[in-house]
């Protein structure tokens, strides 16, 4: 790797262990606490790359991408931050930023996108690139999460967002669909025009159809639950997206169960099918998601005593928030924490409360732990009978093998390469597995191998 970095952070650490490493790698380095600093340097034509903090002492790392675009034009930027939200990943694209990575990030990874960073300086050093200013948002999004999986979403929206394709969204009921195609819309350049949620209702009659396209005036069309449209409303969907003209609006859906396997089974008609699954975007259940549970709960506390001190959570209770099962996803926690706020007679919302709450909720018992010594077949046999309780008498969505293979096998190999300090010729051995093939599921299962190289 070859270049200039310069690095801007306000934290010490981060700078010292950025600055080490890109030497290591061969680059030069100039690091700052101050944004004024970076944009003096930038102003004096130093630098290949920066890697700069959001929220630092003198300003906001986001607001000064514009001014750097508009400096030096094609001068990469990767975005750090700990603000782990679906604003900071839509912001960060929206002002051209080259990458963009959450606090903890994974310094192994960082160095690899600042080297593709730095190459790709090097082949387009003549193009420019237009600056644009990020929105403003009306409001907090409670699309919050630090996990890789609602990271790699964030991009994903992020990327899609100004493109004229359409998109599927999909996931469990409570995951917060709605809202993604929302964010979608209202960070989109569409954004000044109409968002409109089309119902059953608004299909039927001669002229529906033509009614929703005038509405939408080339904004958005949202087709929440798509599945749940019957065949003839699926028909009158299909002309009105081939009779769309010049100012054609950006179409979304959400669905919760598997849209190809309802087509392949007759129950979804295969040319609606094709003409919406432009892009799709997994929205994951809030169980794959386990670490996001206290980002979201203390964000709801917050939001449900606007103007006041929110109440704490104690640890005790934390910890049965976090095992709980949350079927009911994302919503089901957004109420719950409201309910205890409700209920709650102490400033720390403590264990008993929790425990109260829950009583009343599907799936009382925590998905974690089992009996004093109860068996591991036992205890995966007694949550599966509860996962399958829990759908009443209807399955649970397709893929069950799969997905119950993938929660099973990721804890696994991460606590194995915990316990053998990142060293991978001792996990595999542990595991009793080929190396090879450890790599392979390390990168199949998106498994950080340094975890405790990343930094806060």
Known sequence: MDGTVLVADDDRTIRTVLTQALTRA???????????????WVEEGKGDLVISDVVMPDGNGLETLPKISSERPGLPVIVISAQNTIMTAIQAA????????????????????????????????????????APQADGDLPLVGRTPQMQGLYRLVAKVMNTDLPVLITGESGTGKSLIAKAIH?????????????????????????????????????FDEIADLDDEAQGRIVRMLDAFGDTAPRVMSTSQGNLMERMEGGGFRQDLFYRLGGVTINVPALRERVDDIPLLAE???????????????????????????????????????????????????????????????????????????????????????????????ALPPP????????EVELPLIEIALDATGGNQAKCADLLGINRNTLRKKINDLDIQVTRRRKLM
């Open 26 to 40: 061969g680059c030069r380095v100039h690091a700052t606490s101050s944004l004024v600093t970076l944009m003096r």
């Open 299 to 393: 964000h709801f506390l917050a939001r449900s005593e606007p103007g006041s001190a929110p109440r704490r959570i104690g640890s005790q209770a934390m910890e049965l928030i976090r095992a709980y099962s949350w079927p009911g996803n994302v919503r089901q926690l957004e109420n719950t924490i409201r309910r205890l706020v409700v209920t709650a007679t102490e400033e720390q919302i403590g264990l008993p409360d929790v425990e109260a709450v829950l009583s009343s909720q599907p799936e009382i018992e925590p998905l974690v732990g089992g009996g004093d010594g109860e068996k591991l077949s036992a205890s995966v046999a007694k949550h599966l009978r509860r996962y399958f309780d829990l759908h009443g008498g």
């Open 399 to 406: 893929g069950l093998y799969t997905r119950i293979l993938k």
């Open 186 to 222: 209202d960070f989109s350049d569409r954004r000044t025009l109409p968002f409109v949620v089309v119902s059953p209702g608004d299909l039927q009659g001669a002229d529906g159809p033509a009614q929703v396209v005038a509405r939408a005036r080339g904004g958005s069309l949202l």
């Open 94 to 133: 929206e002002a051209e930023a080259y990458d963009y990575l959450p606090k903890p990030f994974d310094l192994p990874d960082l160095m690899k996108r600042a080297a593709r960073a730095l190459e790709s300086k090097r082949r387009l050093a003549s193009q420019k690139s237009e600056a644009s200013e």
